[in-house]
């Protein structure tokens, strides 16, 4: 196979396409920073250091991982333990993936450089979670919430209370979605001794806490619309998210799982842009912009 051949398998193998769940949230704590559009150079280099860690979090989860998935139906086709990719070249992309996130953090401001082997450690530490916490849900949730706190320090320089808001927003959106998404790996995890809510709490058990966890992520939501100032563009946003959140859940109720693929991927992704877009017609709308 080729370079670009392995490219593919690669971007196939991290779910690349997946990057919609966490980078309109990047871009959400960069408007509310900005108070406005960021500039040109700082939306780029926002771009490229969320490219970069989710990136290398993903080929790091998926080396990590590359075993355990063997042993799983479910994942026993992913790029490496169908021998579609050697863990060489994975590793290689991991490390040119770190260097750009490193790279790009360096010209945003010195702050988000010195918080990158923060954000590295979480990445590290969430692939090795299922072997001995049920928390590893919320260790993802801490992931994803670096987003919008990194862009908010790359425009500020500084954490301030509306980024702490929408980043545990975003721990417990992800945190709750991440539940549900494992309620596939249940009989798996119980049988190979591995650690997550589902395998824990069994379907029910996990169903409710994926609604607490988003009730949650709502209740913070009011909290940034109030610490931030927003208005009825962003309280319209905040309102068909709510109302995603609602359709989501019902998708699955009395654990039904036929409809996950809906309920996680087609819902969250719709979530983290209608509330990016909501925010940032709220922000220019308050600035004259709209």
Known sequence: ????????????????????????????????????LPTPAQAFWILMAMVGARTAA???????????DARNPRTAGRAIPAGLIGRGTVLLFIVL????????????????????????????LYSYCKRFTALAHVVLGICLAAAPLGAWIAIR??????????????????????????????????????????????????LWTARLFHVAMVALLAGLAASAGLGPWFLAGFAVCCAMLLYEHWLLRAGDLSKLDAA?????????????????????ARRGGV
């Not at 993903?58 to 355990?68: F, P, Q, S, T, Y």
């Open 1 to 36: 196979m080729g370079p670009v051949g392995k490219i593919r398998v690669f971007l196939e193998m991290i779910k690349f396409s997946h990057t919609v769940f966490a980078l309109p949230f990047a871009f959400t704590g960069a408007v509310l920073a900005a108070r406005g």
């Open 58 to 68: 993903m080929g790091m989860n998926r080396l990590i991982d590359a075993e355990i």
């Open 97 to 124: 993936s770190v260097a750009l996130m490193l790279f790009a953090a360096s010209m945003l401001n010195p702050l988000c450089l010195y918080l990158s082997p923060v954000a590295l450690f979480f990445l590290v």
């Open 157 to 206: 320089g500084a954490v301030e209370l509306p980024a702490v808001f929408l980043g545990l927003a975003v721990l417990f959106w992800v945190a709750g979605f991440d539940i549900l998404y494992a309620l596939q790996d249940l009989e798996f995890d119980q049988a190979s001794g591995l650690h997550s809510i589902p395998s824990r709490l069994g379907v029910n058990g996990s």
């Open 264 to 284: 996680f991927f087609t819902m969250n992704g719709y979530i983290s842009i209608t509330l990016f877009v909501a925010t940032l017609v709220d922000v220019l």
